[in-house]
């Protein structure tokens, strides 16, 4: 089974740094697509980034070159290390894996999810 937890948001200032983490307290995530997702207030949720262990990662365009995907060497946890953070980053993560290796951007592909972490960025 697996049973997915996020830690690490806050609140922090335009142009500070979060890093978010997601551990599975069940199997590694080496046989898994991982994920992060978000969604703000009012709006649908997105993808944010995606990582098959040791093999590739994705990326929205939104984040690309501010956002880091990565996993520990034991694949027990995934990491979002996030800089130079927006205002318009202001969401609730949500981390999420999938039984296929195929760094997919939509939710429906994903088949476990985490219960959220919020970050705010402030202005």
């Known amino acids: 089974q697996v049973q997915l937890v996020e830690s690490g948001g806050g609140l922090v200032q335009a142009g500070g740094s979060l890093r978010l983490s997601c551990a599975n307290s069940g199997r590694t995530f080496s046989s898994y697509t991982m994920g992060w997702f978000r969604q703000a207030p009012g709006k649908e949720r997105e993808f944010v980034a995606a990582?098959?262990?040791?093999?590739?990662?994705a990326y929205a365009d939104s984040v690309k070159g501010r956002f880091t995907i990565s996993t520990d060497n034991a694949a027990k946890t995934v990491f979002l290390q996030m800089n130079g953070l927006k205002p318009e980053d202001t969401a609730v993560y949500y981390c999420a894996a999938d039984r296929r290796l195929r760094l997919a951007t939509n939710g429906y592909e994903y088949d476990y999810w985490g219960q959220g972490t919020q970050v705010t960025v402030s202005s």
């Open positions: 990582i098959i262990w040791r093999v590739n990662t």
